[in-house]
Antibody, heavy 116, light 112 residues
Framework: EVQLVESGGGLVQPGRSLRLSCTAS????????ISWVRQAPGKGPEWVGF??????????EYAASVKGRFTISREDSKTTAYLQMNSLKSEDTAVYFC???????WGQGTLVTVSS | DVVVTQSPLSLPVTLGQPASISCRSS???????????LNWFQQRPGQSPRRLIN???NRDSGVPDRFSGSGSGTDFTLKISRVEAEDVGIYYC?????????FGQGTKLEIK
């Protein structure tokens, strides 16, 4: 059974950093790209970024709203992807999901609240 | 960015009746590999999105066959042949051809 589990969310002050983890099981992690998608309260989903598989060089893409502040990485030996979030703003408050590829499977999400 | 426009945004449906959601993109969604990365997602209240349809018309594993997708280029449709109570939620189309990937505004399906 494919599973993705996010962790690392919480309450953080504006300007601070937070790192989210996405641990996967049930499939060959290294064969797939991993996406991070966020959903602000009462809003639709927003694609934050994507990391390709190592076969494709592990290339990353980011939404303009987070480029230069967020970094996605992966550690295939641990079947885990990461979302490093720096210089957080109140508008980054959302539930953050990781998903396989273009969204074939999703985790349950982890809430990030940016507030003083 | 590619703009994806859904209609209607609200869809009240009687149980057992069909439902249809339209999705239009501001650019062709045909990728360089020949595939069209237009997906449909269902999000039930309090849950993560779940992909129903990938690449326009391919039902994902475990998705009931009352859900079907069609379309090409810039115009796409999700149809539910007979709505059931468990279909209540918000439906999103999403394009995965052009970065950044973008979602439609969502269509809220409710039982009349």
């Amino acid at each position: 059974e494919v599973q993705l589990v996010e962790s690392g969310g919480g309450l953080v002050q504006p300007g601070r950093s937070l790192r989210l983890s996405c641990t996967a099981s049930g499939f060959t992690f290294g064969d797939h790209g991993i996406s991070w998608v966020r959903q602000a309260p009462g809003k639709g989903p927003e694609w934050v970024g994507f990391i390709k598989s190592i076969v494709y060089g592990g290339a990353t893409e980011y939404a303009a709203s987070v480029k230069g502040r967020f970094t996605i990485s992966r550690e295939d030996s641990k079947t885990t992807a990461y979302l490093q979030m720096n210089s957080l703003k109140s508008e980054d408050t959302a539930v953050y999901f990781c998903a396989r590829g273009r969204g074939s499977y999703w985790g349950q999400g982890t809430l990030v609240t940016v507030s003083s | 960015d590619v703009v994806v426009t859904q209609s209607p945004l609200s869809l009240p449906v009687t149980l057992g009746q069909p439902a249809s959601i339209s999705c239009r993109s501001s650019q062709s969604l045909v990728y360089s590999d020949g595939n069209t990365y237009l997906n449909w997602f269902q999000q039930r209240p309090g849950q993560s999105p779940r992909r129903l349809i990938n690449k326009v018309s391919n039902r994902d594993s475990g998705v009931p066959d009352r859900f079907s997708g069609s379309g090409s280029g810039t115009d796409f449709t999700l149809k539910i042949s007979r709505v059931e109570a468990e279909d209540v939620g918000i439906y999103y189309c999403m394009q995965g051809t052009h970065w950044p990937y973008t979602f439609g505004q969502g269509t809220k399906l409710e039982i009349k």
